[in-house]
């Protein structure tokens, strides 16, 4: 294995968990604030990449599109929040679960009747489109460098709304005491709706970016969900320091494992078995390091401090 | 006078018997109409759909329900239809995992299972079965047509496929036929999305071509990263990775690729432009590879069914061995194994118009026969 390949695949992982953390920053921000399992932020993340697609072909311009997906997913999750996970907050998990994954199946039929089953049409804007020469003689995807830096960006954004700022300050407090913050005069509803909106506005962003590079199509969001969820547990529930670790963890560890185990296996065994069997393994290898790092801290790496 | 009379009740008898033949059947499908897979499910459904509705039998009667592409789901469905609505025919299968859990238990309960589009070779060999047809193809058919179109070109490939029974059957089938050196054989996962990782191992590969068995969702994605990732490799793939109901989605990254298929728009027989033009009247797209498969498999049933009662397993079974169809495929005629014998060509993707599409270059099998034919005893 060359060093240009090493650097690649790197990337690429890197690549892998911006995108995953910012589904799962909005996750863990809901878990941790409103102590909601929400599983339909996959369907938030699908409103971001149809949205973003319609306006880009309605309008040609990809900007406009990336425009409309925050404020699509945005509004479609204040709008849930208002009308059904409001009314969750009080109840147990399996009654939100129940919810949620209620919402999954309307958000998805909803999408089908609007867009039609067969997958749409994004492609990635003329100004990212193209390679760059890496050191060592390989080629890499503009567009891929830029979801990391509006991953590293959107990363310390969230560090500085968090913890510089007065809403920062609120979430926080609600976080580790949420009747205290409200016996303190702060309208804990509008909090908690504009929370959901700021995670539904994340997902919404990480759908529109990833769905240029993949296919727009119904039920887009529910692998990326699992995988976020794999971060947060990873990370620590509640924790966005632990969403942004666990999703790096996730992204290189999934990606290197899909390039080495195949090779690993390939020592002992034929080609053709050998991509079959790693290829497997591969795919398991995130989930066993779960297992482990559960196994050794059943709280995830960095706990928020309150559970 | 007496030959007029015997004439007479000669015809007299014919038009009885057809009509003691129209006996109703009940049809159930199982397809994927949500999820990632819906495309080619709904595709599918149409074909299927447009097959019955032309043959006007009015004692047909389809039922169908969305599989989600989950196995237990279609393994439910298939309980339900065989012991409740008590179905005759079972069809509509996309995928073939789901197809292997579902078709050998309901063949083994005496009912016909007529596929659309899964054919894995676990079903084509030793363990076929009398009342389990293809209409489609066996699943290696069109990869073993790819490999033998890369020897024309390629001395060193570069070949990947999903892990799951057809990705399977796609690499073997791939190499039974291609005859340079294999650079690297990958599987990734069924569902995939980013292939970030298995570009940069092409990229690293030194092949000469690459041949990826990527349908539905996962051959946009990979379509789309490929074309930004600066690699200048030429693609292939059998017709499923660039059938007309991703062209779309892919757009001009797909242009000039080529792919291989039993089918295209522009096959040039009198069925097929009935067919192409009742399909856009009908659903106003162009149809895709699924929905010729699906139109086929109910022509097929229809054309039984029209002859004979589908109670009656024996002379059901003949008549649809016999294939007595006008395929949009142009020759169609089945095997002992009762998978389809027929043409397979290379196609390259063309811009027809506004609209993506394939266009036939050249045969690269005539009367194309799969590998397991000989292994089945029936």
């Given at each position: 294995?060359?060093?240009?390949l090493?650097?690649?695949?790197?990337?690429?992982?890197?690549?892998?968990?911006?995108?995953?953390?910012?589904?799962?920053?909005?996750?863990?921000?809901?878990?941790?604030?409103?102590?909601?399992?929400?599983?339909?932020?996959?369907?938030?993340?699908?409103?971001g990449?149809?949205?973003?697609?319609?306006?880009?072909?309605?309008?040609?311009?990809?900007?406009?599109?990336?425009?409309?997906?925050?404020?699509?997913?945005?509004?479609?999750?204040a709008?849930?929040?208002?009308?059904?996970?409001?009314?969750?907050?009080?109840?147990?998990?399996?009654?939100?679960?129940?919810?949620?994954?209620?919402?999954?199946?309307?958000?998805?039929?909803?999408?089908?009747?609007?867009?039609?089953?067969?997958?749409?049409?994004?492609?990635?804007?003329?100004?990212?489109?193209g390679?760059?020469?890496?050191?060592?003689?390989?080629?890499?995807?503009?567009?891929?460098?830029?979801?990391?830096?509006?991953?590293?960006?959107?990363?310390?954004?969230?560090?500085?709304?968090?913890?510089?700022?007065?809403?920062?300050?609120?979430?926080?407090?609600?976080?580790?005491?949420?009747?205290?913050i409200?016996?303190?005069?702060v309208?804990?509803?509008?909090?908690?709706?504009?929370?959901?909106?700021?995670?539904?506005?994340?997902?919404?962003?990480?759908?529109?970016?990833?769905?240029?590079?993949?296919s727009?199509?119904?039920?887009?969001?529910?692998?990326?969900?699992?995988?976020?969820?794999?971060?947060?547990?990873?990370?620590?529930?509640?924790?966005?320091?632990g969403?942004?670790?666990?999703?790096?963890?996730?992204?290189?560890?999934?990606?290197?494992?899909r390039?080495?185990?195949?090779?690993?296996?390939?020592?002992?065994?034929?080609?053709?078995?050998?991509?079959?069997?790693?290829?497997?393994?591969?795919?398991?290898?995130?989930?066993?390091?779960?297992?482990?790092?559960?196994?050794?801290?059943?709280?995830?790496?960095?706990?928020?401090?309150?559970? | 006078?007496?030959?007029?009379?015997?004439?007479a009740?000669?015809?007299?008898?014919?038009?009885?018997?057809?009509?003691?033949?129209?006996?109703?059947?009940?049809?159930?499908?199982?397809?994927?109409?949500?999820?990632?897979?819906?495309?080619?499910?709904i595709?599918?459904?149409?074909?299927?759909?447009?097959?019955?509705?032309?043959?006007?039998?009015?004692?047909?009667?389809?039922?169908?329900?969305?599989?989600?592409?989950?196995?237990?789901?279609?393994?439910?469905?298939?309980?339900?239809?065989?012991?409740?609505?008590?179905?005759?025919?079972?069809?509509?299968?996309?995928?073939?995992?789901?197809?292997?859990?579902?078709?050998?238990?309901?063949?083994?309960?005496?009912?016909?299972?007529?596929?659309?589009?899964?054919?894995?070779?676990?079903?084509?060999?030793?363990?076929?079965?009398?009342?389990y047809?293809?209409?489609a193809?066996?699943?290696?058919?069109?990869?073993?047509?790819?490999?033998?179109?890369?020897?024309?070109?390629?001395?060193?490939?570069?070949?990947?496929?999903?892990?799951y029974?057809?990705?399977?059957?796609?690499?073997?089938?791939?190499?039974?036929?291609?005859?340079?050196?294999?650079?690297?054989?990958?599987?990734?996962q069924?569902?995939?999305?980013?292939?970030?990782?298995?570009?940069?191992?092409?990229?690293?590969?030194?092949?000469?071509?690459?041949?990826?068995?990527?349908?539905?969702g996962?051959?946009i994605a990979?379509?789309?990263?490929?074309?930004?990732?600066?690699?200048?490799?030429?693609i292939?793939?059998?017709?499923?990775?660039?059938?007309?109901?991703?062209?779309?989605?892919?757009?001009?990254?797909?242009?000039?690729?080529?792919?291989?298929?039993?089918?295209?728009?522009?096959?040039?027989n009198?069925?097929?432009?009935?067919?192409?033009?009742?399909?856009?009247?009908?659903?106003?797209?162009?149809?895709?590879?699924?929905?010729?498969?699906?139109?086929?498999?109910?022509?097929?049933?229809?054309?039984?069914?029209?002859?004979?009662?589908?109670?009656?397993?024996?002379?059901?079974?003949?008549?649809?061995?016999?294939?007595?169809?006008?395929?949009?495929?142009?020759?169609?005629?089945?095997?002992?194994?009762?998978?389809?014998?027929?043409?397979?060509?290379?196609?390259?993707?063309?811009?027809?118009?506004?609209?993506?599409?394939?266009?036939?270059?050249?045969?690269?099998?005539?009367?194309?026969?799969?590998?397991?034919?000989?292994?089945?005893?029936?």
């Amino acid at each position: 294995m060359t060093l240009a390949l090493a650097l690649e695949q790197l990337l690429n992982g890197l690549q892998l968990g911006v995108m995953l953390f910012l589904m799962a920053a909005g996750l863990t921000l809901i878990f941790g604030v409103m102590g909601l399992i929400n599983l339909a932020h996959g369907s938030l993340y699908m409103v971001g990449a149809f949205a973003c697609a319609a306006v880009a072909a309605a309008t040609g311009s990809f900007w406009l599109g990336l425009v409309a997906s925050l404020a699509c997913a945005a509004a479609a999750g204040a709008i849930v929040e208002l009308l059904v996970i409001r009314r969750l907050y009080d109840r147990d998990h399996l009654d939100q679960v129940l919810a949620t994954f209620a919402l999954i199946l309307m958000f998805s039929e909803g999408t089908r009747w609007l867009f039609g089953s067969f997958p749409l049409y994004l492609d990635i804007p003329p100004l990212l489109q193209g390679a760059v020469a890496l050191p060592g003689g390989a080629q890499y995807p503009v567009y891929r460098l830029a979801i990391i830096a509006a991953g590293a960006l959107v990363a310390f954004g969230l560090y500085l709304l968090i913890g510089k700022t007065r809403l920062g300050m609120r979430i926080r407090a609600g976080e580790s005491d949420r009747e205290m913050i409200g016996a303190l005069g702060v309208d804990i509803r509008t909090l908690y709706t504009v929370v959901f909106a700021l995670g539904a506005a994340l997902a919404g962003l990480a759908g529109a970016m990833v769905g240029a590079l993949q296919s727009v199509q119904v039920g887009m969001g529910e692998p990326v969900l699992i995988l976020a969820f794999v971060v947060i547990v990873i990370g620590g529930i509640g924790s966005i320091k632990g969403a942004l670790l666990g999703a790096l963890l996730v992204g290189v560890v999934d990606t290197l494992g899909r390039l080495l185990l195949p090779k690993l296996v390939g020592v002992f065994l034929q080609p053709a078995q050998a991509g079959m069997i790693g290829g497997a393994a591969a795919s398991m290898l995130i989930y066993m390091m779960m297992a482990l790092i559960l196994a050794m801290k059943p709280r995830g790496l960095f706990p928020a401090a309150h559970a | 006078m007496k030959k007029l009379v015997s004439a007479a009740t000669l015809a007299l008898s014919m038009s009885v018997s057809s009509l003691a033949f129209a006996e109703p059947v009940k049809i159930g499908m199982i397809t994927t109409l949500s999820g990632g897979g819906a495309g080619l499910g709904i595709d599918t459904r149409d074909g299927f759909m447009l097959a019955i509705k032309q043959a006007g039998n009015s004692e047909i009667e389809v039922i169908t329900e969305d599989d989600g592409q989950k196995p237990e789901l279609a393994v439910q469905i298939a309980d339900k239809m065989i012991q409740s609505d008590q179905v005759d025919i079972l069809t509509g299968i996309v995928w073939s995992n789901l197809l292997m859990a579902v078709a050998p238990s309901a063949v083994a309960q005496g009912k016909f299972y007529v596929s659309t589009n899964a054919a894995p070779a676990a079903l084509a060999g030793e363990n076929c079965n009398p009342l389990y047809f293809n209409a489609a193809y066996q699943n290696d058919n069109l990869h073993e047509a790819m490999g033998e179109y890369a020897n024309k070109d390629y001395k060193k490939m570069f070949i990947m496929a999903p892990n799951y029974p057809a990705g399977k059957d796609s690499l073997t089938g791939f190499k039974r036929f291609y005859k340079g050196e294999v650079a690297s054989e990958v599987y990734t996962q069924v569902g995939q999305t980013d292939y970030a990782a298995e570009i940069a191992q092409i990229r690293a590969s030194g092949a000469d071509a690459v041949f990826a068995f990527l349908p539905g969702g996962m051959g946009i994605a990979f379509m789309k990263q490929y074309a930004q990732s600066g690699v200048d490799i030429p693609i292939m793939g059998p017709g499923f990775s660039f059938s007309q109901d991703v062209l779309g989605a892919i757009g001009d990254a797909a242009l000039g690729v080529k792919n291989s298929g039993h089918w295209a728009k522009d096959l040039d027989n009198e069925a097929n432009k009935k067919f192409v033009e009742a399909f856009q009247a009908e659903y106003g797209r162009l149809p895709s590879i699924y929905a010729v498969q699906a139109y086929d498999a109910g022509q097929l049933i229809a054309s039984a069914a029209a002859k004979a009662d589908v109670k009656d397993t024996e002379a059901f079974r003949a008549e649809l061995l016999k294939a007595d169809i006008q395929s949009p495929r142009g020759k169609f005629k089945f095997n002992t194994n009762q998978h389809p014998i027929q043409d397979i060509y290379v196609r390259e993707v063309v811009k027809d118009g506004d609209v993506l599409t394939n266009k036939i270059l050249a045969p690269v099998f005539t009367d194309h026969e799969d590998a397991y034919a000989k292994d089945c005893k029936m």
